[in-house]
């Protein structure tokens, strides 16, 4: 009860201007193994648009670890625990079962579920919460969150964001937009639009302030954007190139590509004194910066080998720690690459054969997996907890995102009703 | 309600965002959607780097072997009027043909050192985009070498890579990443 309690006084994003699109997730390829579980209805949804039941259905089904039952297979629909008839779902071949009801309070609502092992016929999570009509789809996926993490053991992340870039036409003029929607697409908000293209949005791990790349200046220049409050500063615009943003595990300090010294080039950059250190010297291009998770060293991508390739340099305060070395020998192309939240693992876009598709590399192993059988893949980005990979490829002459499993298995498409969408950057837990 | 006040405060503070990104720009080839926008459009004025002087009292008062800048520009016949050279895939190299239409370029630029031009990078779909961005300006850059060699001032260059974000074709081929490849050498004023 404390737990879910400190949860729901996490504040709100406000963001900006009310979704007109949003994002539709279609489950493209299914799971072998995924848990069969049962999401029962809640009882007297109708309190709000949102019903929780199959939001969480949703949420559990777009992970890729379980197979929801679909609501008119469901054997009964029971509300709270003294109505279940083990015996019924076991036959049915459910292994865990959540039910619960919304029910109004005043003004607000109180939200009640239990999750249940059936096979041993006992509750394993029960909480009631209290909320309102507006929250109701964030206290659905925190419902989610402890359903994940109870059975699989591991940090649910359906209660983050995802930014991205989309690019349509708008009252008849081409519109660059930055995008923040929920993990599952919904409440998209459009936090800034320009004719000029927009570029790398990079979460900040306070989960609030979005540094990204605009061309309203007529060239690439970084700003950070707070999100919550709209407010923006411009952070970089030096002579030359100003790209791929990448803020330090601490927030303190921002990776970037500047070109001001006459090639691109990976520097730090201090957010609040505004120091900068340089980190790499070639005569190559030097970009994509991402950090790993202990800051101690970074990924970038380099073609001072002839093609792009990743290498990792190691960092002693703002300082480089010995040569870059280079990471990856599978393909004729390899970019883009990030950490895996726990740092065990790259993410990185992986061409061979003029093919670019999303590959995921080991660290300690060297073992590369192709996730992804595109043409056109791009933009990789780890969920917070590390159990999916959002990306952006090319569909039908569109920009859509599409998201798998780090093990290739599950994966889901998501595209707007218009428009090309890409860059997406999944937010640190919130 | 609070919900909504904080809504409507950040669509204020984007509106103004919006206005920052038209009010005062020199730059117009942004007026026009991007998609549309031809190859080598004339006229595309582009913001000045800081400190340079592009002179627009002056323009059209140059000459190139004894014509006015701008109708020799506006020639089809004319070496000057190619003004998009393309590359191959993750290739910074100019063909001989295209070196010697740079040339003429940098005959024109270096004869005429009130004149400035704008080269803009960009390149195809494929592969990361930061990584394009940096392909894009090393593009530009190829040719910014190629036009000081020749005697043009640095001053009167200015280099800017959009890397993929403003193609010409919108397909997903190779005729369009061939179309995508490319410099475009942008005389402002002209």
Known sequence: ?430 | MRRIHAGLGIMAAALMVLQGCTGGAVRDGADVPVDERSVGADGAAVEPRDGVETGVARVGSGTFDGRPISEVLSDPQSVLSQRVFYFDFNSSELSVTDQEALSAHARLLSQNPEMSVVLEGHADERGSREYNLALGERRAKAIERLLNLQGVGQVQIQVISFGEERPVALGHDEEAWRLNRRVELLYSGY
């Open chain 1, 1 to 430: 009860m404390k737990k879910i309690a400190n949860i729901l006084f996490i504040p709100l994003l406000l963001l900006a201007a009310v979704a007109e699109a949003r994002l539709t997730i279609e489950i493209t390829g299914g799971r072998e193994g995924a848990m069969p579980i049962a999401v029962v209805p809640f009882a007297d949804e109708g309190l709000s648009e949102d019903r929780v039941g199959q939001i969480v259905s949703a949420d559990l089904a777009r992970s890729g670890h379980f197979a929801p039952m679909a609501t008119q297979e469901m054997p009964a629909q029971p509300h709270e625990g003294r109505a279940i008839d083990f015996d019924t779902w076991r036959r049915a071949g459910i292994e865990h079962l959540v039910v619960g009801k919304v029910a109004a309070r005043g003004e607000a609502l109180q939200v009640q579920f239990q999750l249940f092992d059936v096979v041993r016929g006992e509750q394993v999570a029960g909480y009631s919460i209290p909320t309102t009509a507006q929250r109701l789809r964030r206290v659905a996926h925190q419902i989610s969150d402890i359903v994940y993490e109870k059975i699989t053991g591991q940090r649910g992340a359906f209660n983050t964001h995802v930014a991205y870039i989309t690019v349509g036409q708008h009252e008849g003029q081409l519109s660059h937009r930055l995008a923040v929607a929920d993990a599952d697409g919904f409440n998209e908000q459009i936090i800034l639009s320009s004719r000029q293209p927009l570029m790398s949005p990079a979460w900040a791990p306070d989960g609030n302030r979005l540094a990204y790349v605009s061309f309203e200046g007529g060239r690439s220049e970084l700003y950070v954007q707070d999100v919550s409050s709209g407010k923006r500063e411009k952070l970089a615009s030096f002579n030359g190139l100003n790209s791929a943003p990448s803020w330090s595990p601490d927030g303190r300090r921002l990776a970037m590509t500047l070109s001001r010294d006459g090639n691109p080039e990976i520097y730090l950059l201090d957010v609040a004194s505004r120091a900068l250190s340089r980190l790499t010297f070639s005569r190559s291009i030097d970009t994509e910066p991402a950090w790993a998770p202990d800051g101690r060293s970074l990924v970038f991508t380099s073609d001072r080998g002839g093609r792009p390739q990743i290498y990792r340099l190691k960092l002693a305060g703002d300082r480089p720690d010995g040569r870059p070395q280079r990471l990856t020998f599978e393909g004729d192309y390899n970019a883009r690459a990030s950490f895996s939240p726990d740092g065990s693992r790259l993410v990185m876009v992986n061409g061979n054969n003029n093919r670019f598709r999303i590959a995921v590399q080991e660290m300690e192993s060297g073992n590369v997996r192709i996730l992804t059988d595109n043409r056109l893949d791009e933009s990789p980005s780890f969920a917070p907890n590390g159990s999916m990979i959002i990306y952006a490829t090319e569909r039908n002459n569109r920009g859509i995102l599409e998201a798998v499993s780090v093990d290739g298995r599950a994966q889901q498409r998501l595209g707007t009703r218009a428009g090309n969408v890409r860059e997406p950057a999944w937010s640190p837990f919130n």
